[in-house]
Structure formats: structure tokens, C-alpha cells
């Protein structure tokens, strides 16, 4: 599943990069992510000084030395492994969040985004918008609550000793600066996603499943594997 993701994002960003000249993407975060990063990490053909890389979500007040922080995350799983990168831009929850979101803005809005890899929460959420998430706001980077189905995911994959552990807020790109990505790849492997899955693929879009939204984007890829599919009655 990640390397049909990851090779279905390179061809993208490839694309982009021969059309303009550069490519802008998104990058996503969680055990979800792990066979696509590393796929990204294998492809030769991208020059990757022409990339310049946006960071999806993180907690706030978690420092970058904690095993949880995205950040941390990301610096090890790719931008250590890419340094010829153009740019990439980390969100950084121990800073003042509202500053932050607006530092974020700025260069998110200068930067439209070619690429954007994501996944599906246990609880649906897309980044860190639990339901209900915001569809409306036009603001690109928000500070949102954390829910407890959110939380208890967090728990569950090993990145908390205790739910007390779990912080109960984050800084998250909002859901139209997702959707106005011009290409969405969307990897949610796991049984246990799959009745997110089965709601925001084949229920209503609505913002108490807010991948949900992701019916309506005009070019998105979702790859699942059996166990994620398996509430679907056509997979």
C-alpha cells in the first residue's frame, strides 16, 4: 500500500517539478506513513533541491526531543535523509501557537501546494481536525482540540506511556488548505481505520467525518490495504 502511495506521489511531484520548475508538498506524519516515506526516500529521479516540503500537524508544548513530536519525525524519517531539499517548513509547538499559525500562513500562502500526503484518523479526522472539524475557515494553519478517540489513538500506537501523557492540543493545517492542494494521496493502512474508512468514503461528507471531504477533491488518490478495506462492500 505505501509503495503504490509513494510511487503515485513521485510520479506528482516529478510532474510538477518538470512543468515549473519546483513542486511544493505536503507531508504527513504517524505509522501510517512509514512504507510511503520510505519509498519517497528510495526514488532517484527527483531532484530534490527543487522541493520545498510543508509539515501537516504537531502538538503543542511537545518539545522536538520527545518521541511523540512530529517534528522529530520528520527530521529523521526524511529531511535528514533528503539535505539537498530547497526548503521544508516545521511547525513548532513550543513556540506561541497563534504566531506560529501565522508564520505558517504566510508561507504556506506563498507556496500553493502541488502534493499533499495524508491519512485518516481512527476517528476520521484529516491532520488533527476531529470532528466536528472546521470546513469553512480560510485560515491555512489553526489551533485545534485534541478528542479522546484522537488521544486514545495516540496512546495506542506507542507514542504516550499514559493518556494523561497525551497533549490536548495541536497546531493542524486547516481543511481547505488541505483541499486546496492540487493532488491529494491519501494511505490508511489498519484494521482498526476501518470503519473511518467505510464512513468517510462511502457515508455523506459531512464534518462529523472530516476526510469525508476528500469525495469531493477533483484529483485525490486513497490506497488502503485489506484490512482498512474490509468494510467496503466493493474492495
Sequence with gaps: MGQHAGKAGIELIRHAVQAQGSANVILATGTSQF???NQLLEEKTIDWSKVTVFHLDEYIGLPITHPASFRKYLVER?????????SYHLIDGEKDPEKECERLSSQIQAHPIDVAFVGIGENGHLAFNDPPADFETEKPYLVVNL??????QQLGEGWFPNLEAVPTQAIS???RQIMKSKAIICSVPDLRKAQAVKACMKGEVTN???ASILQTHPNCQVFLDQPSASLLSNH
Design 173 to 175: 493545517m486547516s481543511i
Design 35 to 37: 512504507e510511503t516515506l
Design 147 to 152: 478528542d479522546h478517540a484522537c488521544r486514545m
Design 208 to 210: 462529523i467525518h472530516p
Design 78 to 86: 526524511f529531511f535528514n535523509q533528503v539535505p539537498q531539499l530547497k
